[in-house]
């Protein structure tokens, strides 16, 4: 399976209003595994961006001024996301705005159409309700490094997602049971053992360290109420 990370910076929040898609960015995944192979344009919006805006991405005027325009790209984009699953956080936000500068070529083009939609925004709420569940509050949930992200960034946020989807949606690979199955790409062919091969090693815990686990868990029990692992020791 194809999947397209993706994230875009725009000139304000309303298409509806004639606000622009100023930066794109793409990760590819295949099979859930980061290919290496992205996507990453600044686009000049043809009207003004916003102050609001620019506190957030940093993206300025004058910048822009350089830069193609929609017009200018859309036919690699489109190659580029054509037949894929789009992951994108709060997806109606991005593919409203695909949406609308597609809608002013010909061909017309509308995004479902062509592409799979997921909305890691919606899988989040349903994973952790009543929490925050934007990409930062995710990025320190799931342990995925942010540090770099001062500003919003098109590629940045659509690499930080690609991490954070993968780990939201249970790792990056997938196991499988059929011995016969290919091992590249993905999941791992299943390697049957020799019956008469050498044991492993049995390495048991020393006295010392025995005492440290047991300190550990008292004061864990302490502070926390009883834990399943007392549970099982006070079973055998």
């Keep these: 399976m194809r999947q397209i990370v993706l994230d875009t910076e725009t000139t304000g929040i309303d298409p509806a209003e004639g606000h622009r898609i100023i930066e794109i960015g793409c990760v590819e995944l295949m099979e859930r595994q980061l290919t290496g192979r992205n996507y990453h344009v600044y686009i000049n919006p043809e009207r003004e961006v916003e102050a609001e805006a620019i506190t957030i991405h940093g993206i300025t005027n004058e910048f822009l001024a350089d830069k193609p325009k929609f017009a200018e790209i859309a036919d690699e984009f489109f190659e580029f996301i054509k037949g894929a699953e789009l992951v994108i956080h709060n997806a109606a936000f991005d593919v409203g705005f695909m949406d609308a500068e597609f809608a002013r070529l010909k061909p017309v083009r509308k995004t479902a159409e ?5 909305d890691s925004l919606a899988i989040a709420r349903a994973r952790h309700p ?3 569940n934007n990409l930062d509050a995710l990025c320190k949930r799931y342990g995925v490094d942010n540090s770099n992200r001062e500003l919003h960034g098109a590629l940045l946020d659509a690499e930080i997602l690609a991490d954070v989807y993968l780990l939201l949606t249970g790792g990056q690979t997938a196991l499988s049971l059929d011995a016969n ?6 999941a791992s062919r299943i390697r049957r053992l020799s019956a ?3 044991p492993l090693a049995v390495v048991r815990a020393s006295e010392a360290e025995n005492d ?3 300190k550990f868990m008292s004061l864990l029990e302490k502070q926390a109420g009883e834990t399943v692992w007392g549970k099982l020791e006070n079973a055998e």
């Design 114 to 118: 062509h592409c799979g939609v997921v």
């Design 130 to 132: 009543g929490q925050k």
């Design 181 to 186: 199955a290919d091992s590249g790409g993905g």
């Design 196 to 198: 008469d091969r050498k």
């Design 212 to 214: 440290a686990h047991q």
